[in-house]
């Protein structure tokens, strides 16, 4: 039997990754990388976006991707989840080259983003929302969901993530109805209902109040719990608060990676990136 990859956290809240074996024994994993790119690139029309990037984000991790406006970190997203194509270099996905595969079957593989501007459908219900989240990651055919016990149980786990994202009492409601703050805790139950083993999140607290962001947070803290996270984050409390790893980019190339301490003492940082002496 193939071995399970787990994350397990040490005391110090530091991840790594293991496999437990048939027997239960549990022996480091050397590939616990679950996405790496290699010198990625995307030019728009003589305009380097995104220049040889270099990313490995370890399984199990929440890794956050910083830097100022234009650094090429929605970019990076787009190639990541094939959106976009590259102009060059390659990306990994659980050891495999997804660089030419469609958006589609990368997602099917367990890659999954939510937007930097919420993108829920305005005219379904948020019920209905998450249940499309849900019936797509299941992907089967449309004579399935006519089933009654099926459509009870998709409910059921509709309305369970409704509950996590604080969103129950307003079920059936139209999105287009929501506020700003619980359209994007809509948008992240409707991600979570895809169950990505890595999970894109592109600003999940932007434009945010504190009680949203507040809520926000607990909830990628529990969804990072058996999946991996990459976010774009602009609020530093939050990438201090919710990262094992972040990388920096600056104009679209990586100027500093490391642990948050690390980060804010970097003076290329502090320098480049805020322009001011202290993050
Ligand atoms: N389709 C495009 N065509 C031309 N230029 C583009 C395109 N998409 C992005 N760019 C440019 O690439 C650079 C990087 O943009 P990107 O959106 O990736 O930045 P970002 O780091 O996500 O910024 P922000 O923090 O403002 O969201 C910017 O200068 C942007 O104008
Ligand atoms: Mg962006």
Partial sequence: MVGRAVALADPAGRRYGRRTGAAGVTTPVQDDCVLETIGLTKEFGGF??????DLRIRR???HALIGPNGAGKTTCFNLLTRFLAPTSGRILFKGRDVTAMRPADVARLGLGRS???SAVFPHLTALQNVRLGLQSARGASLDFWRSASVLDGLNARAMSLLEDVGLADLAQREAIELSYGRKR???FATTLALDPELLLLDEPTAGMGREDIDRIVRLIRKASADRTILMVEHNLSVVADLSD??????RGQVLAEGDYATISAD???QEAYLGAPDV
Avoid: D
């Fill in 48 to 53: 380097v976006a995104v220049r040889g990037v």
């Fill in 60 to 62: 199990g991790s929440v």
């Fill in 115 to 117: 937007f930097q501007i």
């Fill in 185 to 187: 805790a809509l948008e």
């Fill in 245 to 250: 790893a972040i990388t920096v980019l600056m």
């Fill in 267 to 269: 003076p290329a940082v």
